[in-house]
């Protein structure tokens, strides 16, 4: 079980689009198939911002959105504004176990 | 709307052991959810600890599994950690949080407790 890979910055200049990266062995891809997307920023604990690779819980703006493909999951942030600045991470879930995979984390910079 | 607070010690010192209490408000932990710990060091990701359900079931990950123990208190809705022979290696912000069992997202989370470790 070793930890997924995520860039660790990005950044996009307001009104812009950012992607995130999640990255996945492929026996992460066989086993841990169900992704989770947080948003912390500094001194707080993280927040759902996307479930089951591509749902946003009620709430969160409509510019997060996810996807994936063979050993990679993202997550996209559409019309970038400065409050999206912080961190972001992936979980990968295995309802088998059940247990969870994390990403490092990415920081996001709002130019 | 679904509350959970940590609470514990916030300093030790090597080789004790770390215990942690989450207290859920809100929502029953009888109820059909999983009920985790994720830890982050100062500075640094997350790192997943482990998950119990109801039943006593407990979910560890692999590298802390043999110093992991964690339990459910049903009567007062609360579950708990304890995390044995710590170094400063586990100096972290400990929250606990409440994952969903078909998607495994984590929906609701506390406000984090810092634990240090010295030598």
């Known amino acids: 079980q070793s930890a997924l890979t995520q860039p660790a910055s990005v950044s996009g200049s307001p009104g812009q689009s950012i992607t995130v990266s999640c990255t996945g062995t492929s026996s992460d891809v066989e086993n841990y198939n169900l992704v989770s997307w947080y948003q912390q920023y500094p001194g707080e604990p993280p927040k759902l911002v996307i479930y089951e690779d591509n749902k946003r819980p009620s709430g969160v703006s409509k510019r997060f959105s996810g996807s994936k493909s063979g050993n990679t999951a993202s997550l996209t942030i559409s019309g970038l504004q400065a409050e999206d600045e912080a961190h972001y991470y992936c979980f990968a879930y295995a309802r088998s176990g059940p247990d969870w995979v994390l990403g490092g984390g990415t920081k996001l910079t709002v130019l | 709307q679904v509350q959970l607070q940590e609470a514990g010690p916030g300093l030790l010192k090597s080789s004790e052991t770390l215990s942690l209490t989450c207290t859920v408000s809100g929502y029953s932990i009888s109820s059909g959810y999983y009920w985790g710990w994720i830890r982050q060091p100062p500075g640094k990701g997350l790192e997943w600890i482990g998950t119990v359900y109801h039943d006593w079931s407990t979910y560890y990950n692999p590298s802390l599994e043999s110093r992991v123990t964690m339990s459910v208190d049903t009567s007062i809705n609360q579950f708990s950690l304890k995390l044995t022979s710590v170094t400063a290696a586990d100096t972290a912000v400990y929250y606990c949080?409440?994952?969903?069992?078909?998607?495994?997202?984590?929906?609701?989370w506390g406000q984090g407790i810092l634990v240090s470790v010295s030598s």
């Open positions: 949080a409440r994952a969903i069992i078909l998607s495994g997202a984590h929906d609701y």
